[in-house]
């Protein structure tokens, strides 16, 4: 059985959630950013709390516009940032939070999942690949020190 546990953000998880973000990525954002994604797309915001400390999260929204896998336009969910502290990685955290975050966008009539990742980002590009996201473009200079990223995306 596992320690962890994956469930809904709450308000209190705001703090937590901020330090998890500054620990563990270079894009870091304001708590308006977090809170409006929470007000808009709460289903989709989880937390994973390992022996009631919370370790991980995963934050998404909901788009409309072009498909990746088929002609014409769709509503697509976009991963815009997930994380695991560093001493909790590699114990199925993220790739559970990634599955229940694909299960709750259906709520939202999502028809596929799309993300942002560093091409250097070996750990996430293998996480994603596992979840059955494969490569479909890349975005040159795309983050501020102009790394480029890949655009992954699958079907819901
Ligand atoms: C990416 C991240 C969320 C993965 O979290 P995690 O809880 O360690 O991942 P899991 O234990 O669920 O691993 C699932 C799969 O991911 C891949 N993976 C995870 N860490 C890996 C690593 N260090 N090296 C290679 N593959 C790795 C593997 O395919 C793994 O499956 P396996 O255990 O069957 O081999 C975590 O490394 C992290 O927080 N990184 C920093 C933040 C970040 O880069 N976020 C993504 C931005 S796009």
């Not at 993300?115 to 490569?135: M, Q």
């Amino acid at each position: 059985m596992s320690n962890y546990q994956i469930r809904e953000f709450r308000e209190n998880d705001l703090e937590p959630v901020i330090d998890i973000n500054r620990k563990c990525l270079p894009e870091n954002y304001a708590p308006w950013f977090f809170m409006e994604h929470y007000n808009q797309y709460p289903k989709t915001f989880l937390v994973a709390e390992y022996e009631g400390v919370v370790v991980g999260y995963i934050m998404c929204r909901v788009e409309y516009g072009f498909s990746n896998h088929k002609l014409g336009i769709c509503r697509k969910g976009h991963i815009i940032s997930i994380a695991v502290l560093p001493e909790y990685r590699r114990k199925g955290i993220g790739e559970s939070l990634l599955k229940e975050a694909m299960k709750a966008l259906h709520i939202y009539q999502a028809s596929e999942v799309y993300l942002e990742v560093r091409v250097s980002n070996k750990p996430a590009i293998n996480l994603y690949k596992k979840l059955g996201f494969s490569v479909v473009r890349v975005l040159k200079a795309y983050y501020m020190d102009g790394e480029d990223a890949y655009c992954m995306s699958r079907s819901l």
